[in-house]
Nanobody, 123 residues
Framework: QVQLVESGGGLVQAGGSLRLSCAAS????????MGWFRQAPGKEREFVAA????????YYTDSVKGRFTISRDNAKNTVYLQMNSLKPEDTAVYYC????????????????WGQGTQVTVSS
């Protein structure tokens, strides 16, 4: 089992920045693929970013490339999502997720989820 707890959400003006954190406990974190997903009101939960267990490879959805950066600190059992140049369309609940095995972008491939943290970007 893996337990995930997100933090760092909040209200920010367009163009601003936020850093989300996801603290993990339980099964060996350092061997897990970590992902960030988001869900806006009335929309499906969508993939945002993922990072391999070694942090050697990162993946992003097109809409956040160049603005968001995913990283991890295996010594602290924590994964981060640095979000810069935020836009109102980034407003959503952001979820941290974990899986063991290859990197995947489909939410159904991730068995472990945090409770989510709200990010609101005002125009």
């Amino acid at each position: 089992q893996v337990q995930l707890v997100e933090s760092g959400g909040g209200l920010v003006q367009a163009g601003g920045s936020l850093r989300l954190s996801c603290a993990a406990s339980g099964r060996t974190f350092s061997s897990a693929v970590m992902g960030w997903f988001r869900q806006a009101p009335g929309k499906e939960r969508e993939f945002v970013a993922a990072i391999s267990w070694s942090a050697g490879t990162t993946y992003y959805t097109d809409s956040v490339k160049g603005r968001f950066t995913i990283s991890r600190d295996n010594a602290k059992n924590t994964v981060y999502l640095q979000m810069n140049s935020l836009k109102p369309e980034d407003t959503a609940v952001y979820y941290c997720a974990a899986r063991f095995g290859p990197v995947r972008f489909n939410k159904y491939e991730y068995p472990y989820w945090g409770q989510g943290t709200q990010v609101t970007v005002s125009s």
